[in-house]
């Protein structure tokens, strides 16, 4: 039942609730909950929030450094906690999209020039020796397989579907 309030509440991000309000709703539950599931799912739906879960970020290292938490609770954290440091310094240095293919930030016209020719965000670089190699199939579906990892750009991408 938490664990499924858990999801759900992340969920709300997405449409676009209030990030503080879920964030009150989950540090709780990320920093400690009666099963481990919850805990983990608690600590996903942190991410969407993106910086607004900064505060997070110090518990959830705890969580990741102790020993008496499930090996994939801390695990969670542990990416969570980057991923949400790494929001948080976006949105200082106004970076909006990052690339998905090396992490690097991306001006608005890489955003545009790959968004349109790849649906894909890639910055010059990449963009460059994707396109060079999508004349291979194998090639363009092993790039297109990278942007299904969970990237920065998809992280991005979730925290700003609520547009
Ligand atoms: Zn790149």
Request: charged share 25%.
């Amino acid at each position: 039942m938490q664990r499924l309030a858990a999801s759900a509440i992340g969920k709300l991000v997405e449409f676009g609730a209030d990030t503080g309000a879920v964030v009150d709703a989950l540090a709780p539950l990320a920093r400690q909950a009666r099963h481990p599931q919850t805990q983990q799912y608690a600590i996903r739906a942190l991410k969407k929030c993106g910086a607004a879960a900064r505060l997070c970020v110090a518990d959830l290292r705890d969580v990741a450094r102790n020993p008496a938490n499930r090996d994939y609770v801390r695990a969670a954290a542990a990416t969570v906690a980057d991923a949400i440091e790494q929001a948080s310094a976006d949105v200082e240095q106004g970076v909006k999209h990052r690339c998905q293919r090396c992490n690097v930030a991306v001006s608005q016209g890489e955003f545009e020039r790959s968004s349109q020719a790849f649906q894909r965000i890639y910055c010059d670089r990449c963009f460059d020796e994707v396109f060079l190699q999508s004349s291979n199939c194998l090639d363009l579906r092993l790039a297109l397989t990278n942007s299904a990892i969970g990237s920065w750009s998809t992280i991005k991408g979730d925290e700003n579907g609520g547009r």
